[in-house]
């Protein structure tokens, strides 16, 4: 349904995304997670045809996205980050341009916008400026009119940045629901929100994918990715011992070390962030033993993950 | 055409839902007012002529100077404000179109406003039997120059987020147009013909006489046409951008 191969975007000198290809099927429900400035939004805008990629391939519903952009722009309902409202126009005026400028026809708009203002729970402002409404409702207003025409591809930029914690709940919910009739591609800097709507979460960091898989791959990868790796002379069996008394430390094991036969090395699993490398070194120079290296392994998911991971 | 009808009606609907509509046309009737009224000889037999009339548009066509940016500095201004323009060109509405329904819009509502004014027609074919000729024809040309202005204010309208910014803009580049011509009597030769046939006031003056000249139509169709097509442009530069 969405197609990029090797794209590329460049503002001025400044390479925003970098050799970007991914495919999305159609009815994928797809997460972009990343930290501010890593590129979403340009990819975003790429996709809705906003903007051309600098280099680069991108079709959506096979339609090329340069050559055919307003084929493939009627597939897609688009709300950008901004959350751009004419201010001045009420609820329902609002949804129905947008729906004929989507290609309704004047006969069953009144019924469409009447059933997007249900979807979005909307009905107590039907005839409300848009500028008196908060900015959780203005966010749903945003979302009507990005579904109003029913499209095939949903592409939603931070759907929920910005507006207050218990709307924030319901905006979710919301996504959730409409999720199952369109291919939904959506952005966050929030990794709760991408596990428990999405599907398929592509990581980006500066521009490029760092990850990409299902929520349920990434998570078994995560609890698997917090390792140790220590080089300990001493008796291995014992070393073993003294170190799975540590809390954290869900298993230990090790490996005779060949050319020398001084130390072994340990790969130490231990518990998602937690890091006990200070305890290890304790106990191994209470019990006499020689630490040469020791040492975190194998992180760099969980580095990215991190770095994402801002409080909600 | 029925994507650029759509944009033109919400665009007429915005427009006159702002007090700044009723503001902007109420002066400009209030000054063509005054134009009329002191392009009246009293103590004369026939106190109101043809003449009148011309005398009152001909100032009336320096009020676009000022008009007609005041019109148009919202339509490109604000969507870029609002951050509506990136909705607008991600529908499946071609860039033209988006420009065209915008540029009619103001077309409507600037042709709306001098239609109030041919309630001084009226007045005068009460009180004297006017040659209707030069009256129509200098009807046509003033309808000619504004939307030739207003292709301006389009243009000037896609270059700033701020409307006033735009405004100015549009402001500088009509004072420029409109003068040209008296920097064109300044000098002589080649340079001359090109700033008089470039000047906007330059073609007007047949019109007034009742001479429906083919080239002058051309001349204030090609430049709203010129300006609506640098419009074009910098929207597509925004998308490259
Ligand atoms: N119009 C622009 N001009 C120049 N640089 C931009 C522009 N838009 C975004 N950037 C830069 O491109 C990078 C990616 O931005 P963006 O796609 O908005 O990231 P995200 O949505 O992931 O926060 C950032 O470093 C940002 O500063
Ligand atoms: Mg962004």
Redesign the pocket.
Known sequence: MIELKNITKY??D?P??TNISFKIEKGEIVGLL??????????M?MITGFMPPTNGELSVGGYDIVTQSIEARRKIGYLP?TVPLYTDMTVYSYIEYMGLLRGLNKKNIKSKVDNVIEICKLEDYRNSLISKLSKGFRQRVGISQAIIHDPEVLIL??PTIGIDPNQVVETRQLIKNLSGEHTLLL?S?ILPEVSSICERVLI?HE?EIAASDTIKNLSSLMSGKNKIEADIIGSPQSIVTELEKINDIKSVEFSINKSSSEFSTFTIETEVNSDIRSEISKIIINNGWGLIRLQSIGMSLEDIFLQITTSE | MRNIILITSKEIKTYFASPMAYIVGGMFLGLTWLFFNTSIVPGESNPITESNVRGYLEPTTLLFIIFSPLITMRLFSEEEKLGTLELLLTSPVKDWEIVMGKYLASTVILISTLLCTFFYVILISIYSTPDFGPLLSAYLGIILYGIATLGVGVFASSLSSNQIVSAVVGIVILLLLSFLDSLGAMIDGIPSTIFNEIALNYHYGDFTKGVIDIRNIVYYLSTASVFLFFTIVILQMRRW?
């Open positions: 503002y001025g400044f925003a995304v990343g930290p501010n400035g890593a590129g979403k939004s340009t990819i805008k980050e930029d931070e952005s800097h980006i521009g | 951008r």
